[in-house]
């Protein structure tokens, strides 16, 4: 799994993969903590990442909905939503970031 995440989180992924597999079974207990589906999971996590202003974590989450079959239009609304309480220079940089993925 390791080789095929990209960047930094991949780099220590495989520098240091106990602590990777511990941080993905924190993720694995997250996700199973409620009764949220897959897709409303993805698009949550998309604007948390977008929120907390992490351009590698907006590609990461906006690759992961797209192989997960999430239409563009869901990510551009996460885009478009984040106006109100994140301000509109902010909502057009994660826009941009998403369309580094989704194009």
Known sequence: MAKSIPGAAG??????????DAYSELGKATGEAGPLTTREKRL??????VGAGSEGAVHS???RAKSEGIEPEALAQVALLA??????PKAVAAKTWMEDIAD
């Open 61 to 63: 989450h906006t690759r």
């Open 83 to 88: 106006i109100g309480p994140l301000g509109l």
């Open 44 to 49: 949550v996590k998309l604007a948390l990442a």
């Open 11 to 20: 780099d220590i992924a495989r520098q240091f993969p106990d602590i990777w």
